[in-house]
């Protein structure tokens, strides 16, 4: 079987949440930056925008939008990946064309072009040594990120990053089974039995991680949580919860592309 050391790299990925108060150099940083921007993108069209924080008021800022996370202050850099048509209607109109990009479509290769913009900043990170972590919370505080990072309206933030020298080690999460997620040439439903199959390692595992945090063992013990499906739905991912982040997300889309979504 062949391998290489980037693939190494890859399969060892693990979120960093502590870091060093070191800093990053700038050359440094501009030749990650520079990797991630050699991703491939829709039309090479570049429907994106990556906003690097290291200002110490602006983090200041980020960390309480961002739900309080230490690593945000930790970090010596913060970026923010944004889905961006604004760069483009703006030269559509100097090159005196039809102005377009200003639709859904465009919207979601902007989405498309972030995810692969931030993967490669990851990969260039890790293999000098650095560590990363995504966050989850850019989606659930779009609106206050879109103000505090001066976003101009066809521009929404989709993903964020931190990125510095780890404080110690960090356990690698593992991932279900190749089996469970790669089909051979056509799409092949899971039945009940093979769910079982694939979640019962990620279940045991997953649950012990949960219970090992004071906080979640409490919530475990007063909900009568038995599995880590139940947990997922009681905390980070209760319909109440999701339905209310749904919406708040959908607002600041219909504030930033009145044109594509719609105002209420």
Known sequence: MKTSNTIKQIIEHRSIRSFL??????????????????AASSGNMQFYSVI????PELKEKLYQAHGRQNMILEAPVVLTFCSDLNRLKKWMIQGKAHTTFNDFMSFLRGVVDVCLVAQNVAVAAESLGLGTCY???TLTNAAKLTEILSLPKQVMPITS???????GES???ERLDPKAVIHDQVYCDHSESHIHSIFEKKN??????????????????????ETAAQFYATKKYGQDVLDHCSEDFLECLRTQFDRVFGQK
């Open 21 to 38: 108060p070191k800093d990053i150099d700038a050359q440094t940083l501009d030749n990650i930056l520079f990797a991630g921007i050699r």
């Open 52 to 55: 690097r924080s290291t200002d």
């Open 135 to 137: 966050m989850g919370s």
């Open 161 to 167: 990053m931190v990125l510095g020298h780890p404080r």
């Open 171 to 173: 356990n690698r999460v």
């Open 204 to 225: 045991q595992e997953a649950l012990a991680r949960f219970a090992a945090d004071p906080k979640n063992a409490s919530l475990i013990q007063e909900h009568g949580i």
